[in-house]
C-alpha cells in the first residue's frame, strides 16, 4: 500500500473516531456469516458501531489520542467496538453476545485511558456502573442524610407529641407530674 493512501486511511480514522473517547476491541474472525450478521444486527439495535481496523494504521491514527491506551490490544485482526451511552454498556452487550457467539474474542477495552486486557478486562469494566447509574447512587447518596435527618426529626416530634399527650391526660385525671431531674 502506497503512503498516500496510507496517510488517507489514516487521516479516515481520525475523522470517523472523532468524539469516540472510549470502546472495545474483538476479533471476529472465524465466525460463521449468519452468526456475524446476527452479531452486527443486534449491536447495530444497540447503537453500537463495528469497524474492522488495520493495526498499523489505527496506531497511528489513535497518537495523542483519548483512544491510544487501545494499541496496547492491536495485534491480530482487530474490530473496534463503540457508541451506545457508554463504553459499560458496549462491554455488557458483547460479554452477552460472547456467549451466544463461540469464536467471538473480546481483547481488549479503553475507558478514560485505561486499557483493560483481554476477556477478564472487558467483563470487569462490564461490572463498572454506567454514567445514569453513577448518577443515581450519587443523588442516593445526597438524598439519604437528608432524610434521616427528616425521619429523626419527625419520630422525636411523634416522641414529644406521645408526652405531651401524657402530660394531658395525667393533668386530666388530676394526677401529679413528676420532675424529671
Known sequence: MSKPIKSMMVADYRRRFEGVDNALLVDIRGIEANDNNALRQGLHASGIKITVVRNTLARDAFKETSLEALTEGLDGP?????GADSVVEVARELIT???????????????????????DGVKRLSAFPTRDESQAKVVQLMLSPAGNVLGAAMRGGSDLMGIVKEIQE???KGEEIAKVG
Open 170 to 172: 395525667r393533668l386530666e
Open 97 to 119: 453476545w460472547a456467549k451466544k457467539v463461540e469464536k467471538l474474542d473480546l481483547k481488549g477495552a479503553c475507558l478514560d485511558g485505561e486499557f483493560f486486557d483481554g476477556h
Open 78 to 82: 482487530s474490530a473496534m467496538c463503540y
